[in-house]
C-alpha cells in the first residue's frame, strides 16, 4: 500500500498510497525530547504506541470528535486520511507541569481552574516556542477563526478522553495535538499516546508516559504496556 515517503519526522513516517486521500502513518522505535536533544530507540515501542493510538483515535471517532484516523494497518501502521499539517502545536492542560512550571513559576501538579489551550509554532530550530494568536496570523499559520476551531477540537478531545482515562485509574494532565488542513477544513492528525501526553496514576503524580525518558524516572515500556493493557480492558 506504502507507494512514496512524504514526510520522515523523528518518530513516525508518513507514506503516500496510490489513493490520494489517505496516506500510512508508520511508527518507528525512536524516542526523543527536547527537539530531538535527547534520543534513543525502544525495540517495541512503535507497535505499542500505534496499538494505543488506534484505540484513542476510535474512541474519538465515537465520542463525535472528527480525526485522520482510518484503521489499523499491521503492528506499526495505520491508514489514514491525508491532509497538509499546520505548523502548530496545539496543547490542553489540565494540571501544570512541565514547560508551564518553568515558564510561569507554578507548582507541578496544580490543578486549574478550567483546561488551558496554547499554541506552539511547530518548528525544532527555533525550539518550538509559545504563540499569541496574533503570532499565529502575523506568521501566517492559521486565521483567527481557524485558531478558535483548533481550540474548540482540542478541548472536545480533552471532554471526551478525560474521563475515558479517569475510568482506567489514569488522569489526563496535559496533552499535544497536531492537526492538518483537509480542504477546507481542519482535521485532527498525528497520534495520541504516551509520547504526547501526561498520564498520572489516580491520585499520585506517578506518570506512565514520556517524562519516563525525559527525566530517567522510569521504564518506558513498562509505563506504556501499562497503558494498553487498561486500555484493552485491564483492572487497576
Known amino acids: 500500500m506504502k507507494k512514496?515517503?512524504?514526510?520522515?519526522g523523528k518518530v513516525k513516517s508518513i507514506w503516500k498510497t496510490e489513493d490520494p486521500g489517505l496516506y500510512v502513518a508508520e511508527?518507528?522505535?525512536?524516542?526523543?525530547?527536547g527537539?530531538?536533544?535527547k534520543r534513543d530507540v525502544l525495540a517495541g515501542k512503535g507497535e505499542l504506541?500505534?496499538?494505543?493510538?488506534?484505540?484513542?483515535?476510535?474512541?474519538l471517532h465515537e465520542a463525535g470528535v472528527d480525526n485522520h484516523f482510518v484503521r489499523k494497518l499491521d503492528d506499526r501502521s495505520q491508514l489514514v486520511r491525508a491532509a497538509e499539517l499546520v505548523a502548530l502545536e496545539v496543547v490542553v492542560r489540565n494540571r501544570a507541569a512541565g514547560s508551564i512550571c518553568r515558564r510561569l513559576g507554578l507548582?507541578?501538579?496544580?490543578t486549574l481552574e478550567k483546561p488551558l489551550v496554547e499554541f506552539f509554532y511547530k518548528n525544532d530550530d527555533l525550539g518550538d516556542p509559545l504563540l499569541t494568536i496574533d503570532h499565529v496570523e502575523m506568521l501566517d499559520l492559521a486565521t483567527a477563526k481557524?485558531?478558535?476551531?483548533?481550540?474548540?477540537?482540542?478541548?472536545?478531545?480533552?471532554?471526551?478522553?478525560k474521563p475515558l482515562f479517569a475510568d482506567i485509574g489514569l488522569e489526563l494532565v496535559d496533552f499535544k495535538l497536531e492537526f492538518g488542513r483537509d480542504g477546507e477544513k481542519l482535521l485532527l492528525i498525528d497520534e495520541?499516546?504516551?509520547?504526547?501526553?501526561?498520564?498520572?496514576?489516580?491520585?499520585?503524580?506517578?506518570?506512565l508516559d514520556k517524562d519516563r525518558f525525559r527525566n530517567d524516572s522510569g521504564d518506558v515500556l513498562a509505563g506504556y504496556r501499562e497503558v494498553l493493557r487498561r486500555l484493552e480492558g485491564g483492572s487497576f
Open 4 to 8: 512514496e515517503l512524504l514526510y520522515k
Open 27 to 33: 511508527y518507528s522505535d525512536a524516542i526523543s525530547a
Open 35 to 37: 527537539d530531538g536533544a
Open 49 to 59: 504506541l500505534n496499538r494505543i493510538s488506534s484505540i484513542l483515535f476510535t474512541a
Open 107 to 110: 507548582e507541578q501538579g496544580l
Open 146 to 161: 481557524e485558531c478558535q476551531e483548533l481550540a474548540e477540537q482540542a478541548l472536545a478531545v480533552n471532554k471526551a478522553l
Open 192 to 207: 495520541f499516546s504516551p509520547d504526547t501526553c501526561r498520564l498520572w496514576q489516580a491520585g499520585t503524580m506517578e506518570g
